[in-house]
């Protein structure tokens, strides 16, 4: 399994400008997050593992917005029900952490990563750092620039399946 030094690691090898917070308290929600580093919600970033037509990829969104899988599957061509969300067990097998303690970047293997376009418009946000106990501060266009991410709306329902 890897931990937050993986993550500094990969930080420091690709010049990533950010801080692995470490806490007295396990963050593995937005809400644990946001109140331990007192910041509102929007300010941390989740990082979700999906498996889409059993390929994993990584969507990344903001605090308390949910990720519309029809937005994933719309990107990919396939129906909404081939898009999953990763067990605990794919998430560590996949990306090599637990789940709620996932990085946005640093993973065990490449993963083909999806940026919500409201997470660029913070300044500064908190991540998963690793660990249940670990958050990473930094700019989110180093998340962007760490990760490859295509920027997209994840939140938004895609407009052909708005209800009238």
Do not use: W
């Not at 990107?75 to 067990?89: D, H, I, P, Q, S």
């Not at 996932?102 to 993963?111: D, E, G, I, T, Y």
């Amino acid at each position: 399994m890897l931990t937050p030094r993986d993550v500094q690691a990969y930080m420091d090898v690709h010049a990533i400008p950010g801080v692995i917070v470490q806490l007295d308290v396990p963050t593995l929600t937005v809400e644990a997050a946001a109140l331990a580093v007192n910041v509102p919600p929007q300010r941390i970033v989740k990082s979700i593992l999906f498996l889409v037509a059993e390929r994993p990829v990584l969507a990344i969104a903001c605090g308390l917005d949910y990720i519309e899988r029809r937005a994933i599957a719309n990107l990919f061509g396939v129906g909404r029900k081939r898009v999953k969300l990763a067990t605990e067990e794919e998430v560590l097998q996949i990306a090599g952490y637990p789940a709620g303690a996932m990085p946005p970047f640093a993973h065990q293997q490449p993963l083909e990563t999806l940026l919500d376009q409201r997470v660029l418009a913070q300044e500064q946000v908190f991540a998963g750092g690793g660990a249940e106990n670990a958050l990473l501060r930094l700019p989110p266009q180093e998340i962007l620039r760490a990760s490859g991410a295509r920027v997209m709306d994840l939140v938004s329902l895609p407009e052909a399946e708005l209800p009238e």
